[in-house]
């Protein structure tokens, strides 16, 4: 298959810039794969769509304030965008700079703490952080929350809050789990006194998942690293809840990514923890989860992309063009999609 497959046109303004006031508030598109129907929702009727039963899989992770600035010694001005953290003191990056710095170059944080670049692989750079303190709490002090590009706006208190999920527990990602976004403490008690189980996976989202795809091939495409971790516990409750007809409803596609990573050679989800590259395009079947939680993605994406291997590529794109006919907000602070996933032949 080619990227122009997944293409669709979006009009700029439906893009969202600031999360609702609530963030329970959003409107939900159930995409039906098998009865090929498409239904407009609300996001705080979920209980009622779900069933007593069910597994619901979120991804912990909590998002870092990877974003910094500041300056080359001829005076340039340069912004870091973390990737992902390899170290006490480094970590690989994306570099928003005129000229890109060669190795061995020193950037100086606004702080004044130095930043040493120690080597190029593609569009991403190894920087070693000249400091005393250990990275994390370099950024906890001075980064700021690492707003995706289509956000045309500086990030500002309320993001601190809003652009991470209120069951965020383990530091890593530098983007977050936006499916997560839409629940708030009130939906989550309402979902267990529906008789809804709760599981967790921890995916490290990277800035690499805003890279777009430059391989008009698919199978020439590579994906970014992310690091994960499925636990025990969380297996054993996936095969106690189909033991007893519930469903597995993944909360993002950093969900099924996990878990379908975690697969084992019978195919079956294992418990693993390490990194992963899995590219999900159509002709992959997806056996991890029964449904999936998700918002709208960009055009041409590798998470447009898992999501069509879901509930197929036509169906997928035609509820998108349903999405922008009836103005659902878009991407990160946008609105979301409760997938049921095609049927195969057995």
Same mark, same amino acid.
């Given at each position: 298959m080619k990227k122009s497959d997944f293409h669709y046109e979006l009009p700029p303004e439906l893009i969202a810039q600031q999360p609702l006031a609530d963030r329970s508030a959003s409107r939900l598109l159930v995409v039906d794969s098998p009865r090929q129907s498409l239904s407009d929702r609300r996001f705080g009727e979920l209980p009622a769509l779900l069933r007593e039963g069910d597994l619901l899989v979120?991804?912990?992770?909590?998002?870092?304030?990877?974003?910094?600035?500041?300056?080359?010694?001829?005076?340039?001005?340069?912004?870091?965008?973390?990737?992902?953290?390899?170290?006490?003191?480094t970590a690989v990056a994306m570099l928003g700079v005129s000229k890109k710095p060669r190795g061995g170059s020193l950037i100086e944080l606004d702080d004044g703490t130095p930043v040493r670049v120690l080597g190029r692989e593609g569009a991403f750079f190894e920087l070693r952080f000249e400091c005393v303190e250990p990275l994390e709490k370099l950024l906890l002090r001075i980064g700021h929350m690492p707003l995706p590009p289509y956000i045309a706006r500086p990030d500002d208190a309320r993001d601190s809050e809003r652009y991470q999920t209120v069951y965020a527990r383990?530091?890593?990602a530098v983007a977050a789990p936006t499916a997560g976004l839409h629940f708030d403490d009130g939906l989550l008690q309402a979902l267990r006194g529906r008789g809804i189980d709760f599981g967790y996976i921890t995916l490290h989202v990277g800035a690499g998942t805003f890279?777009?795809?430059?391989? @008009? &091939?698919?199978?020439?495409?590579?994906? +970014?690293?992310?690091?994960?971790?499925?636990?025990?516990?969380?297996? @054993? &409750?996936?095969?106690?809840?189909?033991? +007893?007809?519930?469903?597995?409803?993944?909360?993002g596609t950093t969900v099924v990514r996990a878990l379908e990573a975690a697969r084992g050679g019978q195919g079956e989800v294992e418990p693993f923890a390490g990194?992963?590259?899995?590219?999900?395009?159509?002709?992959?079947?997806?056996?991890?989860?029964?449904?999936?939680?998700?918002?709208?993605?960009?055009?041409e994406s590798t998470l447009l992309m898992l999501i069509s291997a879901f509930a197929g590529r036509e169906f997928v794109l035609s509820a998108y063009e349903?999405?922008?006919?009836?103005?659902?907000?878009?991407?990160s602070y946008g609105d979301a999609m409760l997938v049921w996933p095609q049927e195969y032949a057995s």
């Open positions: 979120f991804n912990d992770t909590r998002v870092l304030p990877a974003r910094l600035f500041g300056r080359k010694p001829s005076g340039g001005a340069v912004e870091i965008m973390l990737e992902r953290i390899i170290g006490t003191h383990h530091p890593g890279q777009p795809v430059r391989a @008009e &091939k698919l199978e020439d495409h590579e994906m +970014h690293r992310e690091w994960l971790s499925v636990g025990a516990e969380l297996v @054993e &409750k996936m095969r106690h809840t189909r033991a +007893h007809s519930g469903r597995v409803i993944a909360v990194e992963t590259r899995i590219f999900i395009f159509p002709g992959y079947r997806i056996t991890s989860v029964d449904g999936l939680i998700t918002n709208f993605h960009l055009p349903h999405a922008v006919r009836q103005r659902y907000r878009f991407y």
